[in-house]
């Protein structure tokens, strides 16, 4: 196990968002370029990364793990769903959209694969790739959701079912079960884009970030939800795989996944929907710098 690549990757993080803040400040970026980026990463950057990652083999020899570990991450995803839907009713609206995304999204599918490559080799990666599927999924559609206002039902429902990332799904999806293999020079080119992932939504929560005053960082509001992302949820993931008994290599990636910080994707999406974008900064800015404390006592207490 190697913890000092959990540091570096999370140290490149905030060296990224520490980049974004300074090119906010100096000019470079300008304010309109937080509504370019965050189009580019929705609309183009995050659908490839999407598509790529269901890019994998799949080996009828693991099925039986993969189903496993499919259920557990669907699991995962109801509770989730739950907690999201009864922990914040006391929220003023724009900031309970916020914490419910939090709560049924983490960064799991930007700091999830190579983490659990990190703690568990090639085989943790394999799990990674398939746990993030459900989270995929429920990311792009009820987790767009509560920020998407829409006058009735089906009108939301056409706009998630519509959403270029959940279009990327079904495309990655296809590839998956199909397993057929686009064109080689297509498939370099969507690696290539959805690589680019970390780095400009990192950017672009620097961005962000260079409009909040550090004195505000804190407040109950981020303490509760902190708890609840990087203690709460993987600790109830921890127990229930103990119950029954899981695999210890199935149950340590499903838990590292689940105890995964804020993704940068809740602050995009705010900005992008007229979220409490500021306050969804903070959340995710939080909690991936108590990650670094997090993530390492997950691995040793695993």
Request: charged share 15%; glycine share 6%; proline share 3%.
């Amino acid at each position: 196990m190697n913890y000092n690549s959990l540091i570096n990757l999370q140290g490149m993080l905030f060296l990224l968002v520490a980049a974004g803040i300074i090119l906010r400040k100096k000019g470079i970026l300008h304010e309109e370029a937080k509504a370019v980026l965050t189009d580019l990463v929705i609309y183009f950057i995050l659908p490839c990364n999407i598509i790529s990652s269901f890019l994998i083999e799949f080996n009828r020899k693991v099925l039986m793990e993969f189903a496993i570990i499919l259920v557990i991450a669907s699991l995962i995803q109801v509770v989730c769903l739950i907690l999201a839907n009864t922990l914040y009713k006391k929220e003023p609206d724009s900031r309970k959209k916020v914490l419910q995304y939090g709560t049924v999204c983490s960064n799991a599918g930007f700091m999830g694969n190579p983490i659990a490559e990190g703690v568990y080799g090639a085989q943790g990666l394999m799990f990674a790739s398939i746990f993030l599927i459900p989270q995929r999924i429920v990311m792009w559609s009820a987790g767009v959701s509560y920020f998407t206002e829409s006058p009735d039902r089906k009108t939301v429902v056409k706009k998630v079912l519509t959403h270029p990332c959940i279009i990327a799904v079904y495309i990655g999806v296809f590839f998956l079960v199909t397993q057929l293999k686009m064109p080689e020079f297509l498939e370099n080119t969507i690696r290539g884009v959805g690589g680019c992932t970390t780095t400009v939504s990192m950017v672009l929560i620097g961005t962000i970030l260079a409009e909040v005053k550090l004195k505000s960082m804190l407040d109950w509001g981020i303490v509760k939800y902190t708890v609840i992302r990087l203690f709460l949820i993987p600790f109830m993931v921890f127990i229930a795989c103990r119950l029954f008994s899981v695999d210890k290599v199935l149950s340590g990636v499903s838990i590292l996944l689940a105890g995964m910080p804020a993704g940068s994707t809740t602050a995009i999406l705010a900005a992008k929907y007229n979220g409490d974008y500021i306050f969804a900064t903070k959340c995710v800015v939080v909690t991936t710098l108590l990650s670094l404390l997090t993530i390492p006592l997950w691995c040793i207490f695993l």
